[in-house]
């Protein structure tokens, strides 16, 4: 069985563990980034259990995400997943506003989970597994687990059909809520439901990867191959550079020889 297949060692094993593992946490954000993805809506149900404000509950909700992204930013953090927060809880706020219903805030995020597992079933149905054109930046490998690694592309297709079917199972407890349930049972549900599907995906992905050949670093080898080029071009320099020193050097002796030779005769 050759390395891309499996690794050759325990070393080489752990190694793809802990890469995967920091691909992982940085994809996803980590603790952090489940964080401020719960924090919003869990700051909007609160205020909205207590004293059923649609707006004080919305400008809550507006306002800590808004914090989170200025925290990020003093910090010279990456704000991508801040930012992600603050557009998911923009579009609550601006549904719910539109119709009054306070539920309406949940609903964009619904809809966006309903579609992301969506994606991941049809991308993986069409041989493009959405996780591995999430992660393959992240590896360094982008797209050559398509036709160059194929073990690999079959773990990325298990995690991306883990991550539709959990997503879909999510949103068949949701949805039913969102039509019967009462805004306050909906939104502890939906905070309830945050973080345990997200880290049983990413569990499952690191599982599936975890056991699946290393990634083909595209980087370094395009990094290595402009390595070669520049010393192919350099070897050819040399031997052009050599040449005219060639010539330059048996040039006037065989100059010198006719002429020596033509004295010669007029002699």
Known sequence: MTSLD??????????????????LFE?????????????????FVTIYTINKDLHLSAIAAVVVSLVLVVVRLAMRDTVKHAFSGVFGVAFGVVFAMMTGNAKDFYLPGMLYTLGLALAYIVTTLAGVPLIGLILGPVFKENLSWRTRNPGRKAAYAKASWAWGLILLAKCAILFPLYWWADTTQL??????????????AVYLTWVFLAKAPPPIDVFAEMEAEEKAEEERKAALAAERGEGPEATGATGPADATEPTGGRHRRQA
């Not at 060692?9 to 802990?18: E, H, I, L, V, Y």
């Not at 980590?30 to 719960?38: D, H, P, S």
């Not at 939104?187 to 049983?200: D, E, M, Q, R, Y």
């Open 6 to 23: 499996k690794p050759t060692d325990n070393t080489s094993a752990d190694d793809a563990r802990a890469v995967t593992e920091a691909a």
């Open 27 to 43: 994809a996803f954000g980590g603790v952090r980034g489940m964080v401020e993805t719960v924090v919003p809506g869990l700051l």
């Open 187 to 200: 939104g502890w549900v939906l905070v309830a439901l945050k973080i345990p599907p997200f880290l049983l």
